[in-house]
């Protein structure tokens, strides 16, 4: 098992330019997550799926678009990105929605110029 | 509004040592208190989690320490090891919330041999 897998690991985008960040689990896992970190403020949430089909906003959804294209995966989506934007971004996967463990992926490493 | 306090924001300990990481919340509806240990590179991993029906909970050399009134939780690593550094955050969740994860900012934990 792979657990939760992230592409690409590390990104260069030009301001105004768009990208995805691919997050996929292997766990059967039906609520999925989209974090960004930022130096000396933790994680935090920028949307979720509770399940196949179902997205819902977390505490910083401005700027981001996320899709649940099955149950495996789960995209965000950046459509113009800006500086402010740069960040580790992580995905996680629980079992269900409200799961104590949430299991997260090896990060993606976006810098916006 | 940062609902979870965390400190200190950088420890260096001694091998052998006690680590102690603190946090406090403001949040009385917050029912579930995890500790998450994320090294260099990685995303992060479910350490240790508290329920606040108990004052502590210990796992090896991991403890976390829950006071309810003070609002108040930390993280005790005893004979902390050099293998032990990393970063820790804490984080508080609602029942019933989707299981938010709101993470404290992080603590950088140095270990030396």
């Known amino acids: 098992n792979a657990g939760v897998t992230q592409t690409p690991k590390f990104q260069v985008l030009k301001t105004g330019q768009s990208m995805t960040l691919q997050c996929a689990q292997d766990?059967?896992?039906?609520?999925m997550y989209w974090y960004r970190q930022d130096p000396g403020m933790g994680l935090r949430l920028i949307y979720y799926s509770a399940s196949e089909g179902t997205t819902d906003k977390g505490e910083v959804p401005n700027g981001y678009n996320v899709s649940r294209l099955n149950k495996r995966e789960f995209s965000l989506r950046l459509e113009s990105a800006a500086p402010s934007q740069t960040s580790v971004y992580f995905c996680?996967?629980?079992?269900?929605?409200?799961?104590?463990?949430?299991?997260f992926g090896p990060g993606t490493r976006l810098l916006v110029l | 509004q940062q609902q979870v306090k965390q400190s200190p924001q950088s420890l260096i300990v001694q091998k052998g040592g006690i680590s102690i990481i603190n946090c406090a919340y403001e949040n009385t509806a917050f029912d579930y208190f995890p500790w998450y240990q994320q090294f260099p590179g990685k995303g992060p991993a479910l350490l240790i989690a508290i329920r606040p029906d108990v004052s502590e909970k210990k796992e090896g050399r991991f403890t976390i320490s829950f006071n309810k009134s003070a609002k108040q939780f930390s993280l005790h690593i005893m004979d902390s090891q050099p293998g032990d550094s990393a970063t820790y955050f804490c984080a508080a969740s609602i029942l019933g919330s989707a299981r938010q994860l709101t993470f404290g900012s992080g603590t950088q934990l140095t270990v030396l041999p």
């Open positions: 996680a996967s629980t079992l269900e929605l409200g799961g104590e463990t949430q299991y």
């Open positions: 766990m059967n896992h039906n609520s």
